[in-house]
């Protein structure tokens, strides 16, 4: 995993890199300031069915420590998802939060999980197999395939899903006026978020 203050909105292009000049790095601590959790789990040591693999053992003990009941696999490429796939690609590109954590497990390919940072800059989160990342309730966000264009990953969800996008609108959009949303920006206030990669 790597991270790094975008140079732009990357609208153009969204699945190239879009480092500034120089590069700005976030470090993991900047990440974890926005709310962002992340652990690596070595993927050869996974495997999605036997529960004594290392790193399936260690997803386990995260799964329960954070009630992750669901589970199940996402393929976005155009071998995985055929004609669907441009359409897929440009909703998950669209800026938008949830009203529950989006949690990923990359198990092959790679791809860029961008988020706000408080001075509502773009940090943009590159993801590799290994990779479990966390985005928090109520972060505007957004994922785009890198140049590779495929990724597959594992979506952990507590309880039961719902994948749910809420668009930021223009001003006092539907997501700003979330209860989801005030309790991430009260977050961000009563840490040191607001001043992190800003
Ligand atoms: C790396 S997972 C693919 C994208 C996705 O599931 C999402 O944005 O919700
Ligand atoms: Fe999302």
Known sequence: MKAWLMDGDGAESPRAPHHRTPDTPVSLEEL?????????????????????????????????ERRYAHADEVVCSAAGMGDAFPAKCASFFEEHLHEDEEIRYILDGSGYFDIRSPTDAWVRIAVTPGDMIVLPAGAYHRFTVDEAASVRAVRLFRDAPAWTPIARGAGLGEGDDLSCRKSYLASLAGGEGATAAS
């Open 32 to 64: 974890k300031h926005l709310g962002v959790l992340y652990w690596y789990l070595d993927p050869k040591e996974y495997s999605a069915d036997d529960t004594d693999a290392p790193a399936k053992k260690q997803m386990q003990a995260i799964r329960a």
